[in-house]
């Protein structure tokens, strides 16, 4: 089992930052591949980012690349998502999943997920 816990989520100004993060327990969460999802009203929920358990491979969505970096600490059991140069259109409830095995980006492959963090972000 894994259980996961995002923060960091709040109100922004559009051109701002946040860095969303993840704290994870469990036996397994060193072996995990993680990911970044969010879900706006009304829409399904998307992949975002995502990085394998190493932290030498990463994916992203084309609509956030060059803007969002995902990253990991193992030591500390924690996966950060910082988001720069935040637009309107990256509103929505970011969740934090996990998954033993590679990395993969859809959300069909991630077992684990937390309660999700809301990010919101005004023009």
């Known amino acids: 089992q894994v259980q996961l816990v995002e923060s960091g989520g709040g109100l922004v100004q559009a051109g701002g930052s946040l860095r969303l993060s993840c704290a994870a327990s469990?036996?397994?969460?060193?072996?995990?591949?993680m990911g970044w999802f969010r879900q706006a009203p009304g829409k399904e929920r998307e992949f975002v980012a995502a990085?394998?358990?190493?932290?030498?491979?990463?994916a992203y969505a084309d609509s956030v690349k060059g803007r969002f970096t995902i990253s990991r600490d193992n030591a500390k059991n924690t996966v950060y998502l910082q988001m720069n140069s935040l637009k309107p259109e990256d509103t929505a409830v970011y969740y934090c999943?996990?998954?033993?095995?590679?990395?993969?980006?859809?959300?069909?492959?991630?077992?684990?997920w937390g309660q999700g963090t809301q990010v919101t972000v005004s023009s």
């Open positions: 999943a996990a998954r033993v095995g590679v990395l993969r980006t859809t959300t069909q492959e991630y077992r684990y």
């Open positions: 469990g036996r397994t969460v060193s072996s995990s591949a």
């Open positions: 990085i394998n358990w190493s932290g030498g491979s990463t």
